[in-house]
Each structure stands twice: as C-alpha cells, then as structure tokens.
C-alpha cells in the first residue's frame, strides 16, 4: 500500500548545534498536520508529533531517541513560519528560490513526484547533496520516496530549545540521522510529495 503526502519540507541548522526539520503538510490519508524533528549537538534526535497517529507512523517510519506528543504550530508570518510545540520555538525567514529550487521548477510536477523519477534522480541527489537521497529504506522495511518540485532559502532564524537560545542560522551539519535522508546542508524549504510504501 502506497500513502502520498503533500506538502513543504524545512530543514535548518543553528550555531547551537541544533538541527530542525519542520514537515508541513498540506494534504495525506488524514489531511493537514505538522511534525518536528529535532537533533541536538550531542545526536538526541526527538520527534515532536501532535497526536498518537502521527507519532505511531512516523516513529516507525523514522529513528529517534525520544518521542514527545504536543500540539505542533506552523503558520505563516510576514517573512517566513513561526515554528511552535513543547520545547521548541521557532520564527524562519524565508527568502527567494535557491539555484537547485529553480531547476526543480523545470520539471512537470507529475513527472517529479512520482517514484520512477525520485529512483532515476537519487544518485544525482547524493553527489550534489551530500547527505540527500530521493529513494530508500525506512523504518520496518518500508520503501519512501521524496519528490521535490521546488526550494527556497531559508535566510535566518530566531529561537529556542528548552529555553536556550540557538543562536544564529547555520549549514545542517553534520546531516540528520532520522532516516536514510537528511535535510540539504544549505538552510530551505522544499515543496515535496512523500511516496512512503508499506507492506500489506
């Protein structure tokens, strides 16, 4: 069986260390939701989901050392996404297309988000972007796919982790580790359809 999840993707690091991957999405099999990923300096990686559902499948779809269930905002500001939910606050500013965002846009949206062309693009992916992969492995032997159809650079951010402050924007480095992709090194946010297959 075959679940497809429409939405955006930002991925951030910070001078703190912390690394976020937001995932907004807009349309799947029980519509809107938003869950946080979180990574400290020391490699604690926590999921922050708002519901059990949520947590069940993306627990088993992904690793983390801890799982917190807390109400998860994004919305929209004048300059980007304000990020909230338990521990973490967040405001992104997110500026224009990047060159990669642009090239994406070159390609009919069906064309880039089915599995077929996430499989043909994956060994570009991992060359271009160190730590990003378009297809592979997750969690209980389930297949996922990621197709990108756009990017914009995310320019700065403001916030913190357990009331600490995280400092100035940086690189996601070194890459996530909750699964067999990580969020590009270079700050953005993505349009994506996730493809996730699971067994019967």
């Given at each position: ?14 001078a ?8 907004r ?45 807390a ?7 004048q ?25 994406l ?47 914009r ?35 953005s ?12």
């Open positions: 069986m075959r679940e497809r999840f429409s939405g955006r993707i930002a991925g951030v690091g910070s703190s260390g912390v690394r976020v991957v937001v995932g999405w807009d349309d799947g099999p029980w519509g809107p939701f938003a869950d946080l990923m979180v990574e400290d300096a020391a490699g604690h990686r926590v999921l922050l989901a708002p519901d059990e559902r949520t947590r069940d499948f993306v627990s088993a779809t992904y690793t983390f050392d801890e799982v917190v269930i109400p998860v905002e994004v919305r929209d500001t300059h980007g996404w304000r990020v909230g939910s338990g521990p973490l606050a967040l405001d992104l500013t997110i500026g224009g297309r990047t060159p990669v965002g642009v090239l846009g070159l390609v009919p949206a069906r064309v880039a988000t089915s599995p077929a062309w996430c499989a043909l693009t994956d060994p570009v992916a991992r060359v271009v972007m160190r730590g990003v992969r378009t297809r592979g492995t997750a969690g209980q032997e389930r297949r996922e796919w990621y197709g990108a159809t756009s990017a650079a995310v320019t700065a951010l403001a916030g913190t982790w357990h009331g600490r402050d995280l400092g100035a924007l940086a690189p996601v480095d070194p890459p996530c580790r909750f699964g067999f992709s990580s969020a590009p090194r270079r700050p946010v993505t349009d994506v359809v996730t493809t996730i297959e699971r067994g019967a």
